[in-house]
C-alpha cells in the first residue's frame, strides 16, 4: 500500500512565491515518476509538471519559466517551487506518483490536494 501526501498550499499575493512539498510511504519498491497536477473548479486535472527518476522534468506552458519541480535524494519526495503566481495558478495542486510495490508492477497513486489561492 502507497501513501502520497501533500502539504505547503495556501493563500499569496500574486507575484509572490510558494512551496509545495509531497511525500510517497508504504512497501515502495522503486518510484519511476513524480508529479504536480491541478484541478481549478469546473475544469479538467491538468499536468503542471512531471520529473523522472533520472532528473528528466517537463512543465506545462503556462508555468514554463515560472516554476521548478526537484525530487529528494531519497526520490519518495517531490517538491514544486511556485515563482511569480498568477491569479489563474489557483486550483487544488495534487501530488502523483507511479510506484512499483512488492505486489504489483506499477501503479498510479494521487494525493488527497493542497489548496492554492493566489489574490490579485
Known amino acids: 500500500q502507497v501513501q502520497v501526501v501533500e502539504s505547503g498550499g495556501g493563500l499569496v499575493q500574486a507575484g509572490g512565491s510558494l512551496r509545495l512539498s509531497c511525500a510517497a510511504s508504504?512497501?515502495?519498491?522503486?518510484?519511476?515518476?513524480m508529479a504536480w497536477y491541478r484541478q481549478a473548479p469546473g475544469k479538467q486535472r491538468e499536468l503542471v509538471a512531471i520529473i523522472t527518476g533520472g532528473g528528466s522534468t517537463n512543465y506545462a506552458d503556462s508555468v514554463k519559466g515560472r516554476f521548478t519541480i526537484s525530487r529528494g535524494n531519497a526520490k519518495n519526495k517531490v517538491y514544486l517551487q511556485m515563482n511569480s503566481l498568477k491569479a489563474e495558478d489557483t486550483a487544488v495542486y495534487y501530488c502523483?506518483?507511479?510506484?512499483?510495490?512488492?505486489?504489483?508492477?506499477?501503479?498510479?497513486?494521487w494525493g488527497q490536494g493542497t489548496q492554492v489561492t493566489v489574490s490579485s
Open positions: 508504504g512497501s515502495i519498491v522503486s518510484i519511476n515518476a
Open positions: 502523483y506518483a507511479h510506484a512499483i510495490t512488492a505486489a504489483i508492477s506499477g501503479r498510479d497513486y
